[in-house]
């Protein structure tokens, strides 16, 4: 049974505390950002340019996590993923409480933080604790070569001086190269960030623009030819321009040692050393990263875990969907059909937790954006 979140203000919309995002577990114990960057999927949730709320202590926190159906000690979880947790001080208060919550609670999973703010020497200090006490976690450093007209409040000399400052600690840091616009495709600008991230972070997620239901408006003050109601902007994976869409492929010679990836999974499999669980080793979405040669043998030689119909179902019961009547299971490709719409967060779960594809028709609610791992492809506009 979920746990109900406290009556909150109506004009801003609250995330559950922990959810289930592609890639991760989403723990949002503190929501509402004092940053805006406009392309910002809560900015129709009204929540940026606003005092971030704390809605559960760090010990709260972890008993929501541990209590969720979604949780199990494989899934990465990327904390406060509705706010920068390094804005204000109350956050960084908070999550030095939440990395020592989680440590003493003996909780392992894989923990992503991701921030466009300096990450000072407290939250270091923090993050080098939990690490040595077996809770592996990697920052996410998003630079993205956009200036401030489109990040308001975001001092991006600071985040330039904080790869090299995570680097020298020994902190692990995959450099999160979102989004991509005409505002950042020129070559110039791409050498501008990559030619520093690549010194500091052990690899690049590059990710076009995504625009979940409902956000085309938003987009459209970013990039105009977004207004072209004929585009799927909503269904594509992600939007990029052409100009840096056609550079990708010659990015490995100027940067041969320094992975780019455009599934956030097989930058965090690669950082965690795990084979990809995402069902994206040898597709086309797989030949389009630029990933190192023993990263790839470790997919090829990873042998799946074993998985039933029953399996399934049970997955699908202990998610509160007892309902769902058919399950069609093809154990050669990995893959469960169900005929029942299904949640985003409840179909990733179950394709996370068993390392298979699941496909089912998306609730006509669901505003979630689409991705690589439901099989959603780029789109590629000419600006």
């Given at each position: ?42 900015v ?121 400052r ?18 950042n ?12 991230a ?31 109601e004929?585009?799927p ?44 669980t ?8 797989c ?20 998985v ?76």
């Amino acid at each position: 049974m979920r746990t109900p979140l406290p009556l909150l203000p109506a004009q801003r919309v609250w995330e559950p505390v922990i959810d289930q995002h592609e890639t991760w577990l989403a723990v949002n114990p503190i929501q509402g950002c004092p940053k805006g960057c406009g392309y910002c999927y809560l900015v129709d949730r009204g929540q940026t340019l606003v005092k971030p709320n704390e809605l559960a202590t760090p010990q709260r926190t972890v008993d929501l996590l541990l209590a969720s159906p979604y949780y199990h000690p494989q899934a990465p979880l990327a904390l406060y993923t509705c706010t920068d947790a390094l804005a204000t001080p109350p956050n960084r208060a908070h999550l030095i409480g939440l990395l020592g919550e989680l440590t003493d609670r003996g909780v392992r999973n894989p923990v992503c933080l991701i921030t466009k703010c300096t990450v000072t020497p407290d939250v270091i200090d923090a993050i080098l604790n939990a690490r040595t006490a077996g809770l592996p976690v990697i920052v996410y450093l998003s630079y993205s070569g956009l200036g401030p007209d489109i990040e308001k409040g975001i001092n991006h000399t600071a985040l330039r001086d904080t790869f090299p400052r995570l680097h020298e600690r020994g902190i692990p840091v995959i450099h999160y190269w979102r989004p991509l616009t005409p505002a950042n495709a020129a070559p110039e600008t791409i050498a501008h960030v990559l030619d520093w991230a690549a010194r500091y972070s052990a690899c690049s997620v590059a990710v076009g623009l995504k625009v979940k239901r409902g956000a085309r408006e938003q987009m459209t003050t970013l990039w105009p030819e977004l207004r072209d109601e004929n585009l799927p902007l909503e269904a594509a994976d992600a939007v990029w321009p052409r100009q840096t869409w056609e550079l990708l492929e010659s990015l490995p010679t100027r940067y041969p040692s320094h992975p780019i990836y455009q599934t956030n999974s097989c930058a965090l499999a690669y950082v965690l050393d795990r084979p990809d669980t995402h069902r994206i080793h040898a597709t086309p979405t797989c030949a389009a990263n630029h990933c190192p040669t023993s990263q790839r043998e470790r997919c090829v030689t990873a042998v799946p875990s074993p998985v039933t119909t029953d399996d399934i179902r049970s997955r699908l019961a202990w998610l509160g969907l007892p309902s769902v009547r058919s399950v069609e299971w093809d154990a050669e490709q990995r893959t469960a059909t169900v005929q029942e719409a299904l949640d985003l967060r409840d179909r990733n779960n179950v394709a996370q937790r068993f390392g298979i594809t699941v496909r089912a028709p998306r609730d006509g609610d669901d505003t979630y954006w689409s991705g690589r791992l439901e099989g959603s492809q780029p789109l590629i506009i000419d600006s």
